[in-house]
């Protein structure tokens, strides 16, 4: 079982910018799907952006398209999410998760990820 352990969370003012990091130990990332998802005070977990493992295929949802980036170093076995232009609607806690199935596309459901990290903090202030 792999461990997931994100970093780079923190309070930002709106049009700043975070970059996240997901790193993972345990075993080898690089067969694997990656996604960021994040769960925002009273509101479900909900998806934010997945890249296949070769880093070739990514999607990303409406609310952060052309905004977020997710990247993946399978060197380092550490998936970022490089987060610009910042709202406060991405105030949220965020997870990195794996996917399943090796060498398999997940898809945007919390249920296509296996493993989970604790989540990162991010506050965008107004």
């Known amino acids: 079982q792999v461990q997931l352990v994100e970093s780079g969370g923190g309070l930002v003012q709106a049009g700043g910018s975070l970059r996240l990091s997901c790193a993972a130990s345990g075993r080898t990332l690089s067969p694997y799907s990656m996604g960021w998802f994040r769960q925002a005070p009273g509101k479900k977990r909900e998806f934010v952006a997945r890249?296949?493992?070769?880093?070739?295929?990514?999607d990303y949802a409406d609310s952060v398209k052309g905004r977020f980036t997710i990247s993946r170093d399978n060197a380092k076995n550490t998936v970022y999410l490089q987060m610009n232009s910042l709202k406060p609607e991405d105030t949220a806690v965020y997870y990195c998760?794996?996917?399943?199935?090796?060498?398999?596309?997940?898809?945007?459901?919390?249920?296509?990820?296996?493993?989970w990290g604790r989540g990162t903090q991010v506050i965008v202030s107004s």
């Open positions: 998760a794996s996917g399943r199935d090796f060498y398999r596309y997940s898809g945007e459901s919390e249920n296509d990820y296996e493993d």
């Open positions: 890249i296949n493992w070769s880093g070739v295929s990514t």
